[in-house]
């Protein structure tokens, strides 16, 4: 069995460099001797340098340092778990309410989204460790009266996520986080995605533990929040509390039409995402010949013509894909 190399020996890498040494000293309130001194081992930092440190360490080497630190520190996820403020700023309510008076129903949904995934990236994840927050929205029956998938409608991420998630789209069902989410109707998780699971859920890049919970009112549904982390056991009950009630704030956002009644969503699976690119990257071609084949006396709004778009990609989706693309779904983890 491979030792893994001490945290000592992968600070030394990090600040092998004059530069990055003295950002670091800089932003921790250090000298660069002591810096020296902890990568030599001749003395330890405190609790409070090492939550610090795991935050401004450079995006792509704070995976090694967090892993290292755990074979010394096993307390460090806890300890970076303690940082998380357990409240949403009061403040922050104010100007969601703000949005949802002020705003025209055409920007409604973005400005709301915007703030709120921002607001709760920043909350949820302060360390910047890595997190993917993404409002899942279920797409409107296209036949017969039934919802059959949901949709990526907008997300923001924290390295190694691209920061604005907003064009990597997908369609989800009942083999998904998301799917589970809508059919219990509570927040659902998965604490280590990588452990052979039983239930129905496929696994995004980058992704080690997730959650999921319901965007509801009246008792209707119109979708849900998917938060996913680089972190194994990330969901603990307090951030579950925090993600459900960042998803209230998110049911602002959506039109009272866009709610169905639970009754009414009936999950199909759909192909994994690596089947679904090609079509899905077909959208903006669709949208222009749709746009192009509409009479002036039939013209519909460019949100319409968007949704009749997606409808015809689902449809294709569901129906024109090869079996495996849906067998591969449902494949134990090894």
């Known amino acids: 069995m491979i030792t893994p190399p001490s945290w000592s020996s992968v600070f030394q890498g990090i600040i092998k460099t004059t530069s990055e040494r003295q950002r670091l000293a800089s932003a921790l309130s250090v000298t660069n001797m002591t810096l020296s001194r902890w990568a030599s081992g001749e003395s330890k930092p405190q609790k409070n340098h090492l939550i610090r440190l795991v935050r401004v360490v450079h995006p792509n080497q704070r995976q090694e340092l967090l892993e290292a630190l755990e074979e010394e520190y096993t307390e460090i996820h806890s300890w970076l778990a303690e940082d998380t ?32 995934l921002k607001q709760a990236l920043v909350h949820m994840d302060p360390h910047s460790l890595g997190m993917a927050i993404r409002v899942i929205q279920c797409m409107p029956p296209s036949h017969g009266d039934k919802i059959r998938s949901l949709r990526e409608r ?96 998110i049911a602002l956002a959506f039109k009272k039409s866009e709610f169905y009644l639970p009754a009414l969503v009936e999950l199909r699976v759909l192909p994994l995402p690596e089947y679904q690119n090609p079509v899905v990257a077909t959208f903006r071609r669709r949208f222009t010949e749709k746009f192009q084949q509409t009479t002036h006396q039939q013209q519909l709004s460019n949100p319409e013509l968007e949704l009749q778009v997606w409808q015809d990609i689902e449809t294709e989706l569901l129906q024109n894909l090869p079996e495996v693309a849906y067998r591969h779904t449902f494949a134990p983890r090894e």
Request: aromatic fraction near 10%; proline fraction near 6%; glycine fraction near 4%.
């Open 85 to 116: 403020p357990e409240q949403i700023p009061s403040d922050f309510f104010a100007q969601v309410l703000n949005l949802r008076t002020t705003t025209t129903e055409s920007l409604l949904f973005w400005r709301i989204t915007d703030a709120v």
């Open 154 to 249: 907008a997300g923001k991420g924290t390295y190694p996520w691209p920061s604005d998630l907003e064009h990597d789209v997908h369609f989800l069902g009942m083999e998904s986080l998301s799917g589970n989410a809508m059919k219990s109707h509570h927040v659902v998780w998965q604490d280590d995605l990588r452990e052979r699971s039983n239930s129905p859920v496929i696994r995004s890049e980058h992704e080690i533990s997730a959650a999921a919970t319901p965007i509801r009112f009246e008792g209707r549904v119109a979708g849900c929040l998917l938060t996913s982390s680089t972190q194994p056991k990330y969901f603990t009950p307090q951030r579950l509390t925090l993600l459900t009630t960042y998803s209230d704030l």
